[in-house]
């Protein structure tokens, strides 16, 4: 009887099993110097070179000048981005250049562009002041580019500004998933 009874309880257990599948999803900025063909230019070395409206190296007190930008969502990104602009480097002289940057709603950059001022005119080259962010979508389905953020960058000279005077700015488009 006790034998029976141990054999009987083995045929009432039962098991489940459970398993989960977990996959990264992709995330992946892309810059564009003329609003249409966007690449990868992730390295402080080798940054996208902006097109300036005039030759920025012919500059003298009063000019300004004005260079498009814009940044997207690569197709396979899975999540939104907030992105943060900062001063990644200077170099040389860029003492009496000031700048500013606006956000328009189409790709461009001249006299007269309007939209979202990011960055304050008359800020320093060299400065971003405080965390200035905006943010990026993805991509509807997930296989096609993020609807682009174009940028405006307006650049001018001071009255301090000194013959052969050269220097170069980079800004850091940094972005984090959402």
Known sequence: MGV??????????????????????????LGSTDGSAFTSNAVLGSPASLSFTVNPTTLSPGDSVYAPFAVELDGPTTNNAVVTISNAATSGTVSDLTYTLIQPSTFGCAVGTT?????????????VPGTITFDLTKGTPPSTAGTPVFLCFKVLAGAGLTQAQTGTATWQFAAASQ
Do not use: C, Q
Not at 13 to 23: H, L, M, R
Not at 115 to 127: N, R
């Open 115 to 127: 939209g979202t001022e990011l960055v304050p005119a008359l800020t320093g080259i060299g400065v």
């Open 4 to 29: 029976g009874a141990a054999i009987t309880l083995a045929t009432w257990n039962d098991s489940e099993f459970a398993k989960g599948t977990f996959t990264a999803g992709s995330f992946n900025m």
